[in-house]
């Protein structure tokens, strides 16, 4: 029987390779950390040149109740990491876009993108040149989730790891619901479609947020009631949409559900946000829908026909 790690067991895991760039996400590994009673933990792979350098540099990034685990040159970093991952002690793997400079990059590194793709952990990505000013780290603030839902069932199960951090780390959830002309009402069973109304939400907008909250929130997401939870309607393209919201209302994280594998062209709403937004992103893996679904399917999504 497989067991969960004790308070003392729980690790936060981050990828180091030695540079200014990858050491951006120790802050935010140590704030999950204080706030869950758990460790920070450093993966480094020595993968580099000058690999006894690296290594040295890493140990000095780390305080001395933080621990290093090395992995040999002869591992790949997506390889190494991923192993470390599967370790039930890790409960989110903090990674920052791309390594070595503090300097904008309009894409994700290879490896970190065979990493987001082959785990099914959450992922904290961080991009270096948005977690730090030009006098030094920014002060960290962490009171606002932002939860973008796309009114399926799926996506709201999915998003079950997010909510159980959310509820121990004190933060407050704020839903955001995005709808268009170009965005296709949900295909599957049980979702939820925008009201009939998108700019005149009035005519039905309390008894619709309540069913988005309840419904998929709550009921599938596993959202406790006590966390305070907001919820928003926004019309428009979805990555767009999610990076003004971020913008207007301060969001210090965003929870974003992959649903694919990374593929060329593949991931557009992830990658809109990483290259408009400032915010680490909390990258939850897509599940397969629970039978719990087809229980809701028997209730008439908000909009339909009844």
Known sequence: MTTSPSAAERKILVALDGSPAAATALPFARVLA??????????????????????QQVRQQLTANETLQVRPASATVAGAFLEAAADTEAIVLTLTTHGRLVAPVQRLGHTVEAI????????LLVRPEAAVTPAGARTLVLQHLLLPLDGTPSTAVSLQPVTDLACRLGLAIDLLYVAGLSQRRPAERGS?????YVDQAQYEWAQ????????LCICLAECPPTLAVRMFLAEGEIGPEIARFASAHETDIIALVRSSQFEPGRAKVLRYVLDHTPCPILIVSGVTLAPASRRLAATPAAGAPR
Do not use: K, N
């Open 34 to 55: 204080a706030r869950l009673g758990a460790r920070v933990e450093g993966l480094y792979c020595a993968a580099g040149q000058h690999p006894e350098v690296e290594q």
């Open 116 to 123: 987001i793709a082959s785990t099914t952990r959450p992922i």
């Open 192 to 196: 939820i479609g925008p009201p009939r």
């Open 208 to 215: 619709w947020a309540q069913e988005v909250i309840d419904r």
